[in-house]
């Protein structure tokens, strides 16, 4: 009788990780067969394809399947539930043309499940400002900024699978015109139980369309004034789509030494503007103090090689861990990665 409801409660739970898994298997292949290409340049909020976090920069944004901590908000959901106390993560990205991204994450183990909250700010800096009359500036300055906070959940439905979301507000601030949104994210994580195995999925800003307030005016051989009409020519601003994401990762240890640990991780990604890309990554930890991590994402526009180390230390009962990835970005600047963590 017991072997019997034992057999009926791992039926159960085999049903409700396929009733889960089953929109992503049919969602990732159908959204792979668009031509991303003919997008290019269609779709907004572009800061959230930054990928946020040393770490998972150093292994080459290869990280579905190896989160395990607050940055986790940013790239699956479903891996909060790795985290058993509490964690809290700041990260700080040098970007292209000096604009400035930070962000941070904090989140909680309840009797419930796991629970926190994310926040991130992209700053251009001054900018100069350019019109149809003035084509080398003002004077005048402007700057544009875009921020997402938002809050996430992850649960373990069973003891290898677990399924999170995000719920997040997004705005962006051009000065004179301002957009905001939600949307959401949609994770899951599995552990095969074949060796150290696992897979990684997930949906990322899904939305609806993002919508300027206001108007602009239309130039046309440097006037704005409709010669049929006398009047002035005056447009409202088209929506445009969010950059919704699809990931599958997997992720595997190969090393597993009682002071040493080696793990390699694949991804899929598919954005909405692009052909996929291919995200290969390594992680290699001494006594889980000292970390040394490479990766390569294959089929981007510029550069593709990362690299990036860590350093776990102790204080009482907080691990505090310090983070760095350097990415190459080709004929584009380098960018550099510092990130601080605090478990406890």
């Known amino acids: 009788m ?10 159960a739970k085999m049903k409700k990780f396929l009733v889960i898994l089953l929109p992503f298997l049919l969602l990732f292949p159908i959204h792979l067969t668009g031509d991303g290409l003919v997008k290019v340049g269609s779709i907004g909020a572009k800061f959230l394809d930054i990928g946020i976090g040393s770490r998972p920069i150093g292994m080459g944004e290869a990280f579905t399947a190896v989160a395990d901590d607050a940055v986790s908000f940013y790239w699956n959901p479903a ?3 790795k985290i058993e106390g509490k964690d809290f993560s700041i990260n700080d990205v040098e970007w292209i043309a000096d604009i400035r991204l930070v962000a941070g994450a904090y989140c909680q183990k309840f009797s419930f499940g796991n629970l926190g909250l994310f926040v991130e700010l992209l700053d251009s800096g001054e900018m100069l400002e350019t019109t149809e009359s003035y084509f080398d500036g003002t004077g005048k300055t402007f700057r544009f900024q875009a921020y997402q906070a938002g809050i996430g959940y992850a649960k373990m439905l069973t003891d290898k699978f677990s399924f999170g979301f995000n719920l997040k507000g997004i705005r962006e601030d051009y000065t004179h015109v301002k957009v905001n949104n939600f949307a959401f994210d949609v994770g899951t994580l599995y552990d ?5 195995l696992r897979l990684g999925m997930a949906m990322q800003n899904f939305g609806p369309e993002m919508s300027p307030s206001g108007t602009y ?6 006037t704005n004034i409709d010669p049929s009409t006398g009047e002035e020519m005056i447009n409202e601003f088209e929506p445009y789509s969010m950059p919704l994401l699809f990931r599958i990762g997997f992720a595997m240890d190969f090393v597993t030494l009682p002071n040493q640990l080696l793990t390699a991780a694949f991804d899929i990604v598919h954005p909405p503007d692009n052909n996929e890309r291919y995200n290969i990554g390594m992680e290699y930890s001494f006594l889980k103090i000292l970390f040394i ?8 526009d510029e550069g593709g090689l990362s690299t990036g180390c860590g350093f776990n230390y102790r204080v009482k009962n907080t691990l505090v861990k310090l983070d760095y990835a350097f990415a190459d970005f080709g004929r584009l600047p380098d960018i550099h990665r510092v990130s601080v963590g605090y478990g406890f």
């Open 2 to 11: 017991a072997e019997f409801t034992c057999i009926l409660i791992k039926e």
């Open 192 to 196: 095969t139980g074949w060796k150290t």
């Open 293 to 300: 991590r490479g990766g390569y994402g294959i089929n981007r």
């Open 217 to 222: 005016k239309i130039w046309q051989g440097g």
């Open 79 to 81: 891996a909060l539930t």
